[in-house]
């Protein structure tokens, strides 16, 4: 429960800046893509390091990580507040995605450490950061319009409030064998992310990835959910950037409206994560193969959206929920530490991309929605070779 609140307040902060980036663009006088760089920058340098500090932390304990990183992003949310300059905010934004780097995956490796309850404390935090985006987007939106920087305020408090809760936590370590094992599946991510700012750069970031994975063979049982678990991410998010730009372009409303119609989407997981984490037990891969099959009735959009989006949240945070303790299962406890960090790096990397995927698809008839098919149709077969 303590690392879930800590990690969901991550979640929170990015919610509300995404509801309110026409809000920031306005009173910063820049530009929306100036004003993205609060989230895009914020995923770069968290990316990056999520492995690396990981690789450390199972060596000399996660408990410091957490702390450490929990300082350093309320700190610098805070210290945002008393400045008036964007190119400080940012530097400052990215101070908080260090801390980030060295406090989230400790919601997922808290959570699944204790073999027989993965499934439980898995569903519970899920449900934590979906709840946590129901609340950030119409927050962000109403604190948006009153001043930019009380969007730092909120998350920045619940981490440095909960940072004294840390001291009761039993730390956290791992042996994950040999280091180079992670290097693939970092790279390869990164790679997904980067060629989004730079294509070439990032597509021969990801081949050395694909080579990386190829050479020191990570555990074949571990790669395959994971990877699943990934298209389902960039699936997730996608249909996410989808709905809004449907739905602003449908009913021709101010974004607010738009914003709670989409929030139909991460609703279900809300409230069916916490309770369906309970009774997966050894069930998690038929399960999630059943959550990606119902993200295949994408095609719903095309007909009706509102029932397509209760419909597809439904199948999202099944897949979500049950896929994340199927992978998680596939590894050993002392191995959990970092592959919490692998599979954050996973779920950091679908954020950034899947939109763009909505995006560069959206005038395209169908285009999303076959994407979004094509994707979880690809994480079926990957649970079932």
């Known amino acids: 429960m303590i690392t879930s609140v800590i990690g969901s307040a991550a979640s929170l902060e990015g919610a509300m800046i995404t509801a309110a980036i026409p809000y920031i663009s306005s009173q910063l006088s820049v530009s929306y893509l100036d004003s993205s760089l609060f989230l895009t920058l914020f995923a770069v340098i968290s990316s990056l390091l999520f492995v690396p500090f990981y690789l450390v932390g199972e060596k000399r304990g996660i ?21 008036n300059s964007f190119p400080i905010a940012l530097v400052l934004r990215s101070l908080q995605g260090l801390g980030a780097s060295m406090m989230y995956p400790a919601q997922l490796a808290y959570a699944s450490s204790y073999k027989g309850s993965e499934g439980r404390n898995i569903g519970f935090n899920y449900s934590m950061l979906a709840l946590a985006y129901i609340i950030g987007v119409p927050l962000g939106y109403a604190l948006g319009k009153i001043d930019w920087k009380y969007l730092f305020l909120l998350p920045s408090l619940m ?3 909960s ?23 970092m790279l390869l991510f990164n790679g997904v992310l980067i060629s989004v700012y730079s294509f070439y750069i990032g597509v021969v970031t990801a081949l050395a990835g694909l080579y990386s994975l190829s050479k020191w063979s990570l555990e074949k049982r571990f790669l395959k959910p994971l990877v699943a ?11 996410v950037e989808f709905l809004v730009l449907s739905y602003t372009q449908l009913f021709h409303v101010e974004s607010l409206l738009a914003i709670i119609l989409v929030l139909l989407f991460p609703l279900p997981m809300a409230l069916i994560s916490a309770p369906l984490g309970k009774v997966i037990g050894e069930r998690s891969r038929t399960i999630a193969i059943l959550g990606f099959s119902i993200m295949l009735l994408s095609w719903l959009l095309l ?4 029932i397509g989006t209760v419909i597809l949240g439904i199948g999202t945070g099944i897949a ?3 896929n994340t303790v199927y992978t998680m299962q596939n590894l050993g406890l002392k191995d959990r530490v970092v592959g919490s960090a692998i599979k954050s790096l996973e ?14 698809l959206f005038n395209f008839k169908i ?8 994707l979880n149709a690809v994480a079926i077969l990957l649970l079932l070779v």
């Open 63 to 83: 408990k410091k990580l957490l702390f450490l990183g929990a300082l350093i992003f309320s700190l610098s949310g805070i210290a945002i507040l008393v400045t």
């Open 159 to 161: 981490v440095f409030t």
């Open 163 to 185: 940072l004294f809760l840390t001291s009761h936590l039993s730390d956290l370590k791992g042996n994950f064998g040999n280091p180079r094992s992670a290097v693939g599946p």
């Open 229 to 239: 678990g990934f298209l389902h991410s960039l699936s997730r998010y996608a249909v």
């Open 303 to 306: 007909f009706n959206k509102v």
């Open 320 to 322: 979500t929920v049950s």
């Open 347 to 360: 779920g950091v990397v679908g954020i950034s991309v899947g939109p763009t995927i909505a995006i560069t």
């Open 367 to 374: 285009g999303v929605e076959l994407a979004v098919f094509i």
